[in-house]
């Protein structure tokens, strides 16, 4: 999902507001009454707003709003009418439509208002990259991180475990956990210093031989998961839209990670691609070891070709023309 947070958002199209004729479409949703005048006010504003830009309404756009008032049932389901509607863009205003809308759709385009604390509440990674996707970037929470730091096992007294919450871009926090055995009570400090708690239970699948593994019970989705991303709500990868960085990667350097990492396996020692392939390990196969350097040589070639492209070389049955 992308996010855009303020009601000056740039819209996903303006740039491009003359140069299509065809009527497009857009979502409005007011946690208001229709009637309420305060709802009326700040749709005459969008209004206003898409005009300057260009987008004329019942002329190259159609705006489709829906006015739930705060009514949880009807926000749901004006939600899930509005998605399945040929929307290009979702114009929301409340963290209540917000979440709903949030677990309902991942690929159309967001613009909210009136929300408090979007990157606490964990809907945007942050107020410069709203739309960040990527799960290295947002602060998560292991299970298996938990466990193997012995801090699942049940809490003498009333002492409160205490970790650093941290992502790899340099976030840091102090996330107090109480285990018990349903599930793990989450406590930080909000804004005003006061301790803030939130309770994530946990779920079990089978395993072979009558045994079950443990999981995160996403409090969104209640899907099992292994790992929660968020700062003041948790939730899972699927909640939350988020992709690894290697789904993102272009293929060539997901190639050159793997060419890498073969030649870290046999041994290589700095720059592993600098250099020959190393020699075979004392203790491989020379079947295994011939494999691995085909698929070497394979990954090379990938990475060397889409690195030529990137740097606008031509290349030629499989080589780079210098």
């Not at 947070?5 to 199209?13: H, M």
């Not at 290009?88 to 991942?106: D, F, H, Q, W």
């Not at 102090?174 to 793990?184: D, W």
């Not at 968020?230 to 350097?253: D, F, P, T």
Request: glycine letters at 10%; aromatic letters at 8%; one cysteine or more.
């Amino acid at each position: 999902m992308t996010l855009l947070g303020g009601a000056a958002a740039a819209w996903p199209f303006a740039a491009r507001a003359q140069e299509r004729a065809r009527l497009r479409s857009i979502g409005v949703i007011m946690n208001y009454a229709e009637a309420d005048p305060a709802g009326q006010t700040r749709l005459s504003a969008l209004r206003s707003q898409l005009h300057k830009l260009g987008w004329i309404e019942e002329n190259n756009i159609h705006l489709e709003a829906r006015w739930p008032g705060g009514n949880a049932d009807r926000m749901g389901a004006d939600a899930t009418e509005i998605i399945s509607r040929p929307v290009e863009v979702i114009v929301a205003n409340s963290t209540p439509l917000l979440e709903t809308l949030k677990r309902l759709t991942t690929t159309i385009p967001i613009v909210f208002t009136q929300v408090a604390d979007p990157v606490g509440s964990g809907f945007v990674h942050s107020f410069s990259q709203p739309g960040a996707s990527k799960c290295e970037h947002w602060r998560s929470i292991d299970l298996a991180d938990l466990k193997r730091m012995g801090l699942l096992k049940p809490i003498v007294g009333d002492r409160i475990r205490a970790i650093t919450w941290k992502n790899d871009h340099g976030g840091f926090d102090k996330l107090g956990i109480i285990p018990s055995a349903r599930g793990i009570q989450f406590v930080k400090r909000d804004n005003e210093g006061k301790l803030a708690g939130l309770f994530v239970a946990y779920t079990h699948t089978p395993t072979m031989f009558g045994g079950y593994r443990k999981w995160f019970a996403c409090p969104g989705c209640r899907r099992p998961t292994r790992v929660l991303y968020g700062i003041n709500s948790l939730r899972c990868r699927r909640c939350r839209g988020l992709k690894y960085a290697s789904q993102s990667e272009a293929s060539h350097w997901r190639a050159q990670r793997k060419a890498v990492s073969i030649r870290l396996r046999l041994g290589a020692n700095g720059d592993a691609l600098d250099g020959p392939f190393p020699p075979k390990p004392p203790k491989m196969r020379w079947a295994t070891y011939k494999r691995l350097r085909a698929v070497d040589a394979a990954l090379q070639e990938q990475w060397l070709l889409g690195a030529a492209g990137d740097l606008g070389l031509e290349t030629s049955g499989g080589s780079v023309v210098g």
